[in-house]
């Protein structure tokens, strides 16, 4: 069966080149049958309030960091989407005196600047290690952060970043939310060009991406304006540099965060129902942690809203 144009840009892949019967189910699901569909390596969990959801996702950088030892140093690899938690673990660090000498953090992604050829300086405003800093590492007391050595976040020339993830630092966890294109950090369907002019690539060939500068879909660009620019398109660059699948496989976790301000009810819906059910499509990256042993997706229960039509 020929795979379906995009109904957002006919040069991409995305989630709306799916088959008819996957979209009509996935509208169907109830908060209850979302919850449900937790498996052996799928968990799903609902929380009933943001100060708990928020809470919950800075623990887990905590439980994370606290297994970190000088002979076996853990790290963890975060996000920016949700933001929320970021001053909230700094305030956990703080008053538990956990000190992060061994610890490290790897950041998800940052933007990338064609015209510079290099990453997004911090004094972007929209710089993901700026708010990594200001809203966490910075709120730290001196005596408890993680070295400056042991912040490692993407640049332009990858070299780095991907070194340290085989520097024998296990990463515990990888946490993140999901965008409207639902894709993990910077992980987007790829254009529909040259070799997957006519198929998107299979799950083999995605789980080969590592750390790379990318291309962003244009509904990554508008989300991105939508929450974090004011709605100024105009603003977002176009290019990223993200952390890949090879990765997000080095991770013994991976919990993903659905507070319900970065996707709709129906992109919350249709990643679990994938995953659950172990459909692989990477027209929907998120799909491919269907064949990852240890996810974890965590929702609002206010947030999930509904697939219902209602006119506005």
């Avoid at 390596?41 to 905590?62: P, R």
């Avoid at 990463?171 to 998107?200: I, S, T």
Wanted: net charge neutral.
């Amino acid at each position: 069966m020929p795979h379906k144009t995009s109904s957002i840009s006919a040069d991409w892949w995305d989630y709306t080149t799916l088959d008819s019967d996957i979209i009509e189910a996935v509208a169907r699901l109830t908060p209850k049958e979302l919850e449900r569909l937790s498996r052996p390596g799928f968990k799903v969990s609902l929380y009933d309030s943001l100060a708990d959801f928020y809470m919950a996702e800075a623990l887990e950088y905590i439980t994370a960091w606290r297994q970190s030892t000088a002979d076996n140093p853990v790290g963890v690899c975060g996000p920016i989407g949700p933001t929320e938690h970021l001053p909230l673990v700094a305030r956990l660090v703080n008053t538990l005196g956990l000190k992060l000498g061994s610890a490290h953090f790897w950041g998800m992604d940052e933007w990338y600047d064609p015209a510079t050829g290099l990453e997004v300086p911090v004094t972007h405003p929209l710089s993901f290690e700026r708010a990594d800093r200001e809203l966490c590492f910075n709120k730290i007391e001196k005596p408890l952060r993680i070295p400056d050595a042991q912040l490692h976040f993407p640049k332009a020339d990858t070299s780095a970043y991907k070194a340290s993830w085989k520097s024998g630092v296990r990463c515990a966890l990888m946490q993140g939310g999901q965008g409207d294109v639902k894709h993990w950090a910077f992980n987007d369907p790829l254009p529909r060009k040259g070799k997957f002019k006519d198929a998107p690539p299979s799950g083999a060939e995605f789980r080969k991406l590592a750390t790379r500068i990318v291309d962003l879909h244009p509904l990554t660009i508008a989300q991105n304006a939508r929450t974090s620019g004011g709605g100024n398109i105009a603003m977002v660059p176009t290019k990223a540099i993200t952390v890949g699948p090879v990765e997000t496989w080095m991770a013994e976790k991976v919990s993903i965060w659905h507070a319900g301000n970065h996707d709709n009810p129906f992109g919350q819906r249709l990643t679990a129902y994938m995953i659950s059910k172990g459909i692989v499509n990477t027209a929907v990256p998120m799909s491919l942690l269907a064949d990852h042993p240890n996810v974890h997706f965590h929702y609002f229960r206010g947030g999930i809203g509904t697939c219902a039509v209602e006119m506005h």
